[in-house]
Every structure is written in C-alpha cells, then in structure tokens.
C-alpha cells in the first residue's frame, strides 16, 4: 500500500543536466531507485492544482506566510476517465511539510471536490484523510486551477526510506483543459530546458555524505514551488532567474575541473587565484 500520510522537511535545489548526471551517480553509492524509476527513464506525475476563483490560496503562499495549505489531485501518467488517482492535501508550518492523500476513482475525485459531499466508503479509500479535505471543501469555493506535470527519477536511502530525493524535468503546466484524463501536454514552466529539481525529503536532518556531494558541486538550496512559479508566470510577475543560478553552478563545476588540470600540468598559479577560488564562486551563486 502506498504510504498516505507524510511529516518532513523538504528541500529544493536547481541544477543543470551535466550536473545531475553527476550528482545522480554519487547518489547510487548510497541510494536506490524506487520501483517506478527502475526501468532507468523515470516516469510522469501529473496535477491538477485547486483553488479559489480569485487564487487566494497560491497568492498567500506566495507570500510566505508561517502557515499555508494546499488541495491537488494526482496522477501517474495519464490516467484513464475512471482510473485510479490521489487526492492531497498538503500543509506546511514552520518549513515541516504535511501531506495527507486518499486513493480515489477519477470521478469520483471529481464528484467530491464539485460538491463537497465525502463518497461512500471502500477499503482503498482513508476515511480520515477524505474528513480533512471535506472540511478543507468547506472552507473553501475551490475550482480547478492549474495543470502541472514533470518526469520524475526518485531514490530512497538504502535501508532508511526516510530519505527520499527525487529529481523532476521537463515541467509543463496549462491553465486550460484542466482534467487529468485529457491529455499531457502544455507549455514549458522554467526558462530553460536543461534544468533539474532536486527535492530532499525526510523528517531528520540530511546524512552527512548527501551536504558533501551538495558541496562539492556548489548546489544551493532556493524557495520554489511549481503551481506558485506557474502562476506568477500567467500573470507576468516571475523572475527569471533559475537559468542563471543553474549556469553559475555549472560553471562552478567546469572552472574547478580546469583549475585542477592546470595545477597538475605545472603551470604556476597565483597564490590570490587559489587562494580565491571558491570563495568567488560561492559568492557568485549567493
């Protein structure tokens, strides 16, 4: 059974396509991939993001407030008309993240979130989580929102699944058509294609080999989430700034390797260069 209930911390980090082939390697000397990622291509999630009609919900969390909260319904590739799907709600307090989700039939997703009305019990459902999105229901006139979908590598810590890191590319999003069964399609949500987010999620604090291999490739925790990205995007208050930070860290990782090349060959270096390195690239990438 899929695990329905969730209490971590989550941290997110941008990298570019060079980096995460790297990155991913360290990861196999202490991690493996869960049952979905296999086949080594990873597979698709797929969102539908709720709201209210004026977007109370992600123009709060965007404010950073203490406390927010959130309604979505996934899928895993495209689901069929009645296939099987989950439908979260996820809360965030003091940087621990919450998430609760219940299994349901498509429709009868749909048919809860129109009216509110929990449907009548089976053995897949969680009958507690259903009471807690039902009173989420209730405190809010919620219509579907937005589309967002990415394809997915994730690890778990070997003998540890508290650790879970999972690693998303090629994230689209539509504020249109906003029924899982139609389809996966939509425009790009980042600035760039050779983008990867990182998440790092556990309820403890991260292994010290996993802050090393953070620190050795000069990758910096940042704020981010997709359906609040999205929707700055479609309203035209978005930054563009993840493409620079991924460059720089890039770039980090290229300088550094002909840095070392260099000092192998002989070829004299000034004590301000080395001295500077990494103090300039770090501050670069602040």
């Given at each position: 059974m899929a695990i329905e209930v969730f209490n971590r911390f989550e941290k997110k980090f941008f990298m570019n396509s060079k980096t995460y082939f790297r990155v991913s390697?360290?990861?196999?000397?202490?991690?493996?991939?869960?049952?979905?990622?296999?086949?080594?291509?990873?597979?698709?999630?797929?969102?539908?993001?709720?709201?209210?009609?004026?977007?109370?919900?992600?123009?709060?969390?965007?404010?950073?407030?203490?406390?927010?909260?959130?309604?979505?319904?996934?899928?895993?590739?495209?689901?069929?008309?009645?296939?099987?799907?989950?439908?979260?709600?996820?809360?965030?307090?003091?940087?621990?993240?919450?998430k609760r989700r219940t299994t349901l039939y498509l429709n009868e997703a749909y048919d809860f979130i129109k009216t509110g009305k929990v449907p009548d019990y089976k053995e897949y459902m969680n009958?507690?989580?259903?009471?807690?999105?039902?009173?989420?229901?209730?405190?809010y006139k919620l219509v579907p929102a937005a589309y967002v979908a990415y394809d997915r590598v994730a690890y778990f810590e070997k003998d540890n699944p508290d650790l879970r890191i999972s690693l998303d590319t090629n994230l689209r999003t539509r504020r249109y058509d906003l029924e899982l069964e139609l389809g996966d399609y939509g425009e790009p949500l980042l600035d760039s294609a050779d983008l990867w987010l990182m998440e790092v999620k556990t309820s403890k604090t991260m292994p010290v080999w996993l802050t090393d291999i953070l620190s050795n490739y000069n990758i910096i925790p940042c704020s981010f989430s997709k359906y609040g990205y999205g929707f700055k995007k479609s309203v035209g208050a978005y930054t563009p700034m993840l493409k620079r930070i991924t460059a720089k860290a890039g770039s980090y990782v290229e300088a550094k390797e002909k840095y070392s090349a260099v000092r192998e060959s002989g070829n004299i270096i000034t004590a301000d260069f080395e001295q500077n390195f990494s103090k300039g690239y770090k501050t670069a990438n602040a």
């Open positions: 390697e360290e990861l196999k000397k202490y991690m493996e991939l869960d049952p979905y990622s296999e086949v080594g291509k990873g597979y698709t999630i797929s969102n539908i993001y709720y709201d209210t009609s004026d977007d109370l919900l992600v123009r709060r969390s965007l404010s950073k407030p203490v406390y927010k909260e959130k309604l979505r319904l996934r899928g895993y590739g495209v689901p069929e008309e009645n296939g099987k799907v989950y439908l979260e709600i996820k809360k965030k307090f003091n940087g621990l993240v919450n009958l507690q989580v259903l009471k807690e999105i039902e009173y989420f229901l209730k405190c």
